[in-house]
């Protein structure tokens, strides 16, 4: 299986979405998940990112724990500049793409990744 999670709303996504993968990889370890940001869902992707509702979560440590189940995590780099947002300011863990939205777009169409939004 493949899945493609969506976000585009740190605030309102990140944490039922990270709760949402853990959940999807400890029911089908063998799924290929990728996480693609743009706009205000790049912000748990930064350094020291955490949740505003709950400033217990860390972003970094969850995030970590995923890659290290093979979960990639996607930036949007249309986002970076028209945010001015440098690279240096995510976490080690964060990969890039040209577009957010046409990620989605190849991963939905070109190799069959089911689309999922938290």
């Known amino acids: 299986d493949k899945a493609v999670y969506h976000i585009d709303d740190a605030a309102a996504q990140a944490t039922k ?3 949402n993968i853990r959940n999807h990889l400890d029911t089908l370890p063998d799924t290929q998940i990728i996480v693609v940001t743009h706009a ?3 912000d748990f992707l930064m350094e020291g990112a955490k949740d505003p509702k709950n400033p217990n979560i860390d972003y970094a440590a969850l995030v970590a724990d ?21 690279k240096d300011l ?4 964060a990969e890039y793409v040209p577009s957010g939205v046409a990620e989605i777009t190849k991963l939905q169409q070109r190799e069959g990744y089911a689309y999922l939004k938290p």
């Not at 995923?66 to 440098?86: D, H, P, Q, S, Y």
């Not at 995510?90 to 863990?93: E, K, Q, R, S, V």
């Open 17 to 19: 979405g990270l709760r």
């Open 40 to 42: 205000a869902g790049v």
């Open 66 to 86: 995923l890659k290290a189940r093979g979960v990639k995590f996607e930036v949007c780099e249309i986002t970076l500049r028209n945010r001015k947002l440098t």
């Open 90 to 93: 995510f976490i080690d863990d």
